[in-house]
């Protein structure tokens, strides 16, 4: 039932507080609400903090209990976790959130016109398949080619709410 | 002793002030010979100082000894009349001579232009307090929002034009805003619009070296209203100018000014049809937390 576990090397993600939104390694633990953290390459000092901040990642680091902060950034650094944490989904919606967040008004109709022509191109092709179906339909044929290129579509949605719509748009010109 | 005292006392004040002589002597000599002429005939030779110091900053003689003894009363120059000056010399006319009918009158009059009061008060106007700060709104500070410059993108709120993109020309003497559509773009002119009723976004245009023409002024956008009133009951309330008629000044202005933007919307991909759009809400969308 649970997958992640506080334990010695966890590395949590800080979700509110002064040091919202950093990583930190839980380096040992106090009593039962709080545990020693560190986070050297994320610039968080070394201090108790509470678990109820905490928000644990699925990433473990190897390094003994009360292990010094160098340990710890040796530990960090070997397993990449920097980088590890920028590809994951997580961190990806956190970023696309921010970017939403701070979208001006002139990017917001940008977005407007690319997500339109977005659209218009998914019902476009997706009344040509129709057509095809129902004709084929109508020769006893089953109609599982409009499946495949939905699939093909979706994939494309996360990419929608980045501030770059306009190369988007020449992408799915190009379709 | 004394007397020996003196004249060795006077030596050394005269030569400074002889040193002094020669030392005004020989820049003006350099400078021009025309100049030591002209000092020449004016005062060449500096007296010596005709107060004896008693100590240091006291004088044996009193200001009044001194102008005597300057011979003041002989040397009183006054600097030339300036233009001000003399207009406010001159008097306005108080008299005028008018022709008069009539057969034994004389044929004319001497009337007084400005006369006397044919009327005072009972009571006199009693007088105002002082009060400081109190400015005519001619004179008034303008202010401007750090966020308008010029080439911003405004959105309006209230008006006719409410909800449509415009750009942001310059602000004008009373402190509204001059804003062109422009016209092609959404159909708003050359207009004015207030500062309090406007988002500024932070989408520029660069209008770095448009022309706006000078007499785009708030007299120039003013409502015009005619008032002739023949005292006569009816139709006072028709004949006001309701209907706008567009002058063709107005036109060639437009088109001088937005000429020269649209070139520069041109540059901006998607700039053309943002200004076409207008503004609105949804659901879920607040303008508290909207960043413009």
Same mark, same amino acid.
């Given at each position: ?50 678990? /109820? ?96 290129? &939905? /699939? ?24 | ?7 060795? &006392?006077?030596?050394?004040? &005269? ?9 005004? /002597? ?197 409502? /015009? ?9 009816? &139709? ?57």
């Amino acid at each position: 039932v649970f997958k992640r576990f506080v334990e010695i090397g966890r590395v949590a993600f800080i979700s509110f507080g002064p040091h919202a939104g950093k990583l930190v390694a839980i380096v040992d633990v106090i009593d039962q609400n709080r545990a020693l953290v560190d986070g050297p390459c994320s610039g968080v000092r070394r201090q108790a903090m509470p678990f /109820k901040c905490m928000q644990l990642t699925d990433f473990v680091l190897k390094f003994p209990h009360s292990a010094r902060q160098k340990c710890v950034r040796l530990a960090w650094e070997k397993e990449n976790i920097n980088e590890k944490w920028a590809a994951t989904r997580w961190a990806k919606k956190i970023e696309a959130r921010e970017k939403k967040a701070k979208m001006t008004d002139f990017d917001r109709y940008k977005v407007m016109k690319a997500k339109r022509m977005r659209n218009r191109i998914i019902k476009h092709e997706m009344k040509k398949l129709q057509k095809l179906a129902s004709k084929k339909g109508k020769k006893l044929e089953k109609p599982d080619k409009p499946e495949k290129s &939905e /699939k093909r579509e979706k994939p494309e949605k996360s990419e929608k709410r980045e501030k770059a719509p306009k190369s988007e748009k020449a992408q799915k010109a190009q379709k | 002793m004394a007397g020996e005292k003196k004249p060795g &006392e006077k030596a050394p004040s &005269e030569k400074k002030p002889g040193k002094k002589k020669t030392g005004e /002597k020989k820049p003006a000599e350099q400078k021009s010979i025309q100049k030591a002429a002209g000092d020449k005939k004016r005062g060449r030779k500096h007296h010596a100082s005709r107060n004896p110091v008693l100590a240091r900053g006291i004088g044996r003689y009193s200001r009044s000894a001194m102008y005597a003894r300057k011979a003041l009363y002989k040397r009183k120059y006054t600097a030339p009349e300036t233009k001000i000056e003399k207009k406010k010399r001159e008097k306005p006319r108080a008299t005028i001579t008018k022709p008069v009918g009539g057969d034994k009158n004389g044929g004319s009059r001497v009337v007084k232009i400005r006369k006397m009061p044919r009327y005072y008060p009972t009571e006199d106007v009693p007088r105002k307090l002082l009060s400081h700060g109190k400015k005519p709104f001619c004179q008034h500070k303008r202010r401007l929002r750090a966020s308008i410059t010029p080439g911003t993108v405004l959105i309006l709120l209230t008006g006719r034009h409410r909800g449509k993109r415009v750009v942001f020309l310059k602000q004008l003497d009373t402190g509204l805003l001059l804003v062109t559509g422009p016209l092609v773009i959404n159909r708003v002119p050359l207009r004015r619009a207030h500062q309090k009723f406007v988002i500024a976004t932070s989408t520029k245009v660069d209008i770095s070296g448009v022309k706006i023409p000078k007499h785009l002024t708030d007299a120039y956008f003013k409502k /015009k209203r005619l008032r002739k009133p023949k005292h006569q009951e009816g &139709e006072i309330f028709d004949t006001e100018k309701e209907k706008y008629e567009l002058t063709e000044q107005r036109k060639a202005d437009q088109k001088a000014v937005d000429a020269q933007i649209l070139a520069r919307i041109k540059k901006v991909p998607q700039l053309r049809g943002y200004l076409r759009s207008t503004f609105c809400l949804s659901n879920g969308v607040y303008p508290h937390k909207l960043v413009f």
